[in-house]
């Protein structure tokens, strides 16, 4: 299972990428291997404003979906709009395969969420 | 070859496969105003083209008729013949439903009488046969529990509580009813953990829903105890009868304490499923909540019936007019034919038949509840698995051998999860056929993995893609 | 011995050794002894064939049936022509007794009869995409209103009074129980009340939800409707007589978003209100709203073209509180009877029991208007239903023929209490000029 050094990780299994002010988010290699074969993503609205823990979207398989909690709060700025056409994308490179651009509010709450190394033993715990 | 065509594929311009009469009245000026531009691109085919078209179809179906079809929780028993022939009586198949009540004199006999039936069979008080279907059935039951706290100005019941096995339709007609809903897990023996639920139930509890037996099919024997403990926090029960085909004559849902409930005809009562419709799905309730049933309500007075439109506590209508009927006529005779002797065998065999498969099956496939059973059980992986083979491709590779898989990945806690449920209408050789099949790809899979992977062989079409059907939708026919 | 459980005594037997156990009773411990029924159920014994036939027979022989009287009641359920080839095929037992396709391979009947059906729904309807059916129309035309207030996130939809009262009763439970507000557009002439909808549309509004031919005949004007909800943002959701769409203009060229019916008329018998079919169809930006099953087109991986049963993930089954809808079931045997009746008619012949149902229904609407005691409410076009007044009571009409061996029509008190007197008459192609005549001169003898 493929981790990247230097990202925030969530326990709902969401990457975040930090630059400035603003915040990358997708789901992990864990999260898009256990789901299997993308097939759909749902996407929130631009200028969306959020709180941490609300939902900004949905991952689909054939046989499972899953939401997607944004673990910070602030305003949407971009969402991929080549994953609705490109799910499989996700399948391919998930930390590639951004979902939303988020501009933070409350860089607090990055405090809250897990490194690479806490992601894995996180992972293992579970599993 | 097998036949692959679409009856778009079929047609050819000028084939007709009807006949009228001629116009024998003057035409009426159609104003282009109105019209459609241009007319539907339906097929034109002769009867001859139809007719092979759709028996070649129907070849492609499995079906009850041609064998065992053990999909747990889904009673795939046979359908009566007599059944089919009685609803199909001109008298009731074309019966319009809003002729004068005096012109429908019998159907509203049958109805009166069924509903009566379906109380004496279950220990509730009334019934309506309104709900198309179970789904429709539980609507109907949370509506009536919705109603029966607002009569009680008890407005801060907004939770549902169901089972970790619950079927996933508990749920999503919970929220569509307006309810959140709380999951409460099973303890090791397969029933509900009574500590977890003495935690969730609280003054803002408006029901437990609860399958008895439940989708492991084994039966909540603390079933009085649970009652009790919904009826002090000031909630009330119902009951999913999708397994009642377990406890007919046996045990009653009003007696165990419940208080609204569904049954499912095209289960329990041998109405065919028809390849996923219609069904009927008639709720009983206890006397306390009668006023809140869907409207219009039979009434009998001397031997004539009416329909009462006159209900005003009642929450309203979910379907058209009076339910399936046609269904609730096949269920009707199954009743009749039945009798209380004939569908107290129903669950002995059905039990009987489920308990001889599950032990036949235990040298091989784990069984993660070991108790006696009700009318289904569920086993989880194969005991001996070097190569991986999952439930899937056994589900898969028994379409080899001309069976039905069990419903699989269900109930969600077993992991693997094959739910049989064979049911009373199969014989000793049709039980010994499926496990000897189940034996023969439990042996496969240590020593000829790939036949299973595989797997389907001998289908009209082999593995089918659903990735490709879901990222790319085409759900119509285009030239 | 009952004919349907093949046990036999030595089976019985067999088994129960087999599993040590020594009576079936003992099966039965987990339930606890004072639950147990003591005398068992208090019902009749069992019946032979020939008994139930009988006593199911004499219930049937009691009602009064098309095939006896004819039949010029509609108002939602219609006596149209049924070619024989659809009985036969939706009495085959490879369809009839399989259950919801969950195995694809061994179900490609079904998933393709279906994938036809869903086709044939959008050619008629002009839609892009079409479900596998829902219960019935009224059903269906709730489903579409939730499927819209979950689609703009908006807490109120807009619906014409002039729906069919029964879809319109089934749209308030629906509505009510999960608090979403429903405002009832009113009548004006026999029409909706485009200018009430400019005036009462807000930004809450989901939908504006128009039946046409509305419950009393008349064929609605969608222009202004139309324009109306979608310079709110709203959807039009429109709700049809799919033997009508032989030759009206059709909900796609009408602009409408979703389009639902009850598709009975679609070789299904009336069978005293059920079981019947809703139809549901949207423009392609929805699928993913829509709730109930779809059946989409792929491959095997031999590339032999095949059916499955596809955006599942909608479904109760996976999403659970999440779903789309509770439904877990279509009408699938009754979707294969619309199917099947559609493939026979075909291309010439919706059109033409459209056409003769318009011709024959203007005729009678001619004939009982002629002498001037009846009238029609309103001058207005209407395709096989519509409405006639009279000083005579509703009631006493209905019982004359009755009497003379005629069902008439839906007394329109029933639901429309302005229309006091008022009956609306149904006249299919099947009803034919001697039955229309009778009707009239029992309708002129009564003055």
Excluded at chain 3, 18 to 42: A, M, N, Q
Excluded at chain 3, 399 to 413: D, R
Aim: glycine fraction near 6%; hydrophobic fraction near 40%.
């Amino acid at each position: 299972m493929k981790l990247i050094e230097g990202l925030y990780y969530s326990k709902d299994h969401e990457w975040v990428k930090v630059e400035g002010e603003y915040a990358t988010i997708g789901i992990t290699d864990y999260a898009q291997d256990s789901l299997g074969d993308v097939v759909y993503v749902e996407l929130p609205d631009i200028d969306d404003e959020l709180d941490a823990g609300d939902e900004i979207g949905i991952v689909e398989s054939v046989k499972a979906a899953s939401d997607i909690y944004t673990p910070l709060s602030g305003k949407v700025v971009a969402v991929n709009e080549e994953l609705v056409d490109t799910p499989e994308a996700i399948n391919k490179d998930p930390y590639a395969s951004w979902i939303i651009k988020l501009e933070i509010s409350q860089v607090e709450e990055l405090e809250k969420l897990m490194t690479s190394q806490e992601y894995e033993a996180f992972i293992k715990q579970e599993g | 070859m097998t036949y692959s065509r679409l009856i778009f594929e079929v047609s050819k311009e000028g084939r007709v496969g009807y006949s009228l009469p001629a116009l024998d009245v003057p035409i009426e000026d159609i104003p282009t105003s109105i019209k459609r531009s241009k007319d539907a691109e339906l097929p034109q085919v002769s009867e001859v083209d139809l007719i092979r078209h759709y028996t070649n179809l129907s070849q492609k179906n499995y079906a009850v008729d041609l064998g065992i079809y053990p999909l747990g929780s889904c009673t795939m028993k046979y359908n009566p013949k007599i059944n089919e022939d009685m609803a199909s009586l001109a008298g009731f198949a074309h019966i319009h439903p809003l002729q004068p009540e005096e012109t429908v004199q019998g159907a509203m006999e049958l109805l009166y009488k069924m509903e009566r039936l379906l109380c004496e069979i279950t220990g509730m008080s009334a019934y309506t046969l309104q709900p198309a279907a179970g789904a429709q059935g539980e609507a109907v039951g949370l509506m009536i529990i919705k109603a029966y706290h607002d009569s009680k100005k008890d407005f801060k019941r907004n939770r549902i509580i169901v089972p970790d096995t619950a079927h996933g339709t508990n749920p999503a007609t919970a929220s569509m009813v307006g309810y959140k809903v709380t999951e409460v897990k099973s303890d090791k023996e397969g029933n509900v953990d009574l500590e977890a639920l003495s935690q969730a139930l609280a003054d803002d509890v408006a029901a437990l829903m609860l399958t008895n037996p439940s989708t492991l099919g084994l039966f909540e024997s603390n079933i009085k105890e649970i009652a009790d403990m919904v009826h002090k926090a000031g909630a009330l029960l119902y009951y999913d009868g999708a397994n009642a085909n377990a406890i007919l004559g046996i045990t009653r849902p009003g007696d165990m304490g419940f208080d609204v409930m569904h049954l499912n005809l095209h289960k329990t009562f041998s109405t065919p499923h028809g390849g996923g419709g219609p069904g009927s799905g008639p709720v009983g309730v206890v006397k306390e909540l009668e006023d809140f049933l869907p409207k219009p309500v039979i009434k009998k007075e001397g031997d004539s019936y009416s329909f009462d439109y006159n209900r005003p506590k009642s929450i309203g209508k979910v379907k058209s007019f009076y339910g399936n009927f046609a269904v609730i006529v096949k269920a009707y005779s199954y009743i009749l034919t039945m009798g209380a002797q004939g569908l107290r065998r129903v669950s002995e065999i059905a039990v009987l038949n489920a308990n001889y498969m599950m032990k036949s099956l235990l040298d091989h496939y784990e069984l993660p509840y070991d108790r006696t059973c009700m009318h289904e059980f569920v086993l989880s992986k194969l005991k001996d698995n070097p190569n991986n083979i999952n439930t899937k491709q056994i589900a898969k590779r028994l379409l080899d051998f001309r069976l039905h898989p069990p419903t699989t990945y269900f109930p969600l806690i077993v992991s693997e999860a094959m739910m049989i449920e064979p049911t009373e209408t199969e014989s000793l050789e049709s039980l010994n056929t499926y496990i000897d099949a189940l034996i023969r790809i439990a042996k496969e899979a240590i020593q000829a993995p790939e036949l299973i992977k595989e797997a389907p062989h001998t289908t009209s079409v082999k593995l089918l893609d659903e990735v490709k059907a879901a990222r790319k939708p085409i759900v119509k026919w285009t030239k | 011995m009952f004919p349907y459980i093949p046990a036999t005594d030595d089976d019985i037997k067999y088994m129960l050794e087999k599993i040590g156990f020594s009576s079936v009773e003992d099966l039965f411990t987990d339930i606890p002894e004072d639950l147990k029924l003591k005398d068992g159920l208090k019902l009749d014994p069992a019946k032979s064939q020939l008994e139930v036939e009988a006593i199911v027979s004499r219930l049937a022989n009691r009602n009064i049936d098309a095939s006896k009287m004819p039949i010029f009641l509609g108002a939602g359920v219609y006596d149209h022509y049924i070619p024989a080839v659809v009985n036969h095929i939706s009495s085959r037992a490879e369809f009839y007794t399989a259950y919801t396709p969950y195995q694809p391979e061994i179900s490609q009947g079904t998933l393709q009869a279906i994938f036809e059906y869903q086709s044939m729904i959008c050619e008629l309807t002009d839609m892009d995409v079409a479900n596998a059916s829902l219960y019935d129309g009224a059903s269906a035309l709730a489903e579409a209103a939730l499927m819209a207030v979950s689609v703009k996130k908006r807490p109120q939809v807009m619906a014409s009074s002039l729906i069919n009262p029964e879809s319109l009763t089934i749209l308030r439970t629906y509505l009510e129980s999960q608090n979403i507000d429903l405002v009832l557009i009113p009548m004006d002439q026999g029409l909706t009340d485009a200018d009430y909808i400019r005036d009462n549309i807000s930004e809450q509004t989901a939908a504006v939800i128009i039946q046409s031919p509305n419950f009393i005949g008349y064929i609605e004007d969608l222009t202004q409707i139309e324009e109306y909800t979608h310079e709110n943002a709203s959807l039009l959701v429109m709700s049809v007589d799919p033997i009508s769409l032989g030759i009206l203009k059709t909900p796609g060229q009408l602009g409408a978003d979703i389009a639902v019916g009850e598709g009975q008329s679609l070789g299904n018998p009336m069978n005293f209100g059920g079981p019947h079919l809703g139809f549901m169809a949207c423009k392609n930006q929805f699928i993913r709203k829509m709730p109930g099953r779809i059946i989409g087109q792929t491959e095997d991986k031999e590339g032999r073209r095949g059916f499955v049963s596809t955006l599942q993930t909608r479904e109760q089954h996976i999403r659970r509180e999440k779903a789309t809808s509770n439904i877990c079931s279509n009408q699938a045997l009754n979707a294969l009877a619309a199917s099947v009746y559609l493939a026979t008619l075909g291309k010439k012949g919706i059109k033409e029991v459209a056409e003769q149902s318009w011709h024959k229904a203007h005729y009678a609407m001619r004939e009982i208007t002629k002498s001037g005691h009846y009238s029609i409410v309103y001058d207005r076009p209407f395709f096989k239903e519509f409405p006639i007044k009279s000083n005579i009571d509703a009631d006493k009409i209905e019982k004359s023929l009755l009497e003379s061996g005629i069902i008439g029509g839906y007394k329109l008190k029933n639901s429309l209490p302005n229309l006091t007197n008022a009956i609306l008459y149904c006249v299919t192609e099947k009803r034919s000029r001697q039955e229309i005549d009778r009707l009239v001169t029992v309708l002129e003898g009564l003055r």
